[in-house]
């Protein structure tokens, strides 16, 4: 097995990474994202895929052929699961597919010091303390304002 990383976007904040994923349950691919700590799903790889698809294709000819006999049909908890996650994996293709990165967001920081300083800070220092140029004192760079869900 290759632990090649993949470039990801976010499903939840939109940020991008390169991770290798893991597989979750049914096989959609999980990766965790490093900016907002969410773990993350994304749509099958293509080995699941196809085989979802066949056993679906299967069921149904089971299906039809169960029903020309007269049989009753009770699609069990594998079925289920097979239906279940060829739906989830086209919802989750289209959510990716919309995903657009969170390119808005600058990476720095406009920061105003008490001595009249404008500072351009980049971001990860958020929340820590900066030394201002001009005036020489040490201050905590204040977190921007998240938006709420
Ligand atoms: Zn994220
Ligand atoms: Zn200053």
Redesign the pocket.
């Known amino acids: 097995m290759t632990e090649a990383s993949d470039h990801v976007i ?6 991008e ?1 390169d991770a290798a994923f893991k597989k979750d349950f049914l096989g959609f691919k999980k990766y965790h ?6 773990d ?1 799903r994304y749509p099958l790889t293509t080995g699941y895929l196809v085989t979802y698809w066949v056993l679906v294709a299967l069921l149904l000819l089971w299906t039809v052929a169960a029903l020309s006999s007269g049989g009753v049909v009770i699609p069990g908890v594998i079925g289920i699961l097979i239906i279940f996650a060829a739906i989830k994996d086209l919802v989750l293709r289209s959510e990716v597919r919309k995903l657009v990165p969170y390119a808005e967001s600058p990476a720095t920081l406009q920061v105003k010091h008490g001595c009249g300083a404008v500072l351009n800070v980049p971001e990860k220092y958020a929340g820590k303390s900066v030394k201002c140029p001009k005036c020489g004192q040490s201050f905590q760079v204040e977190a921007p304002a998240k938006e709420k869900e």
Do not use: K
């Open positions: 976010c499903t939840n904040c939109r940020r990474f994202c490093p900016h907002c700590n969410e993350i």
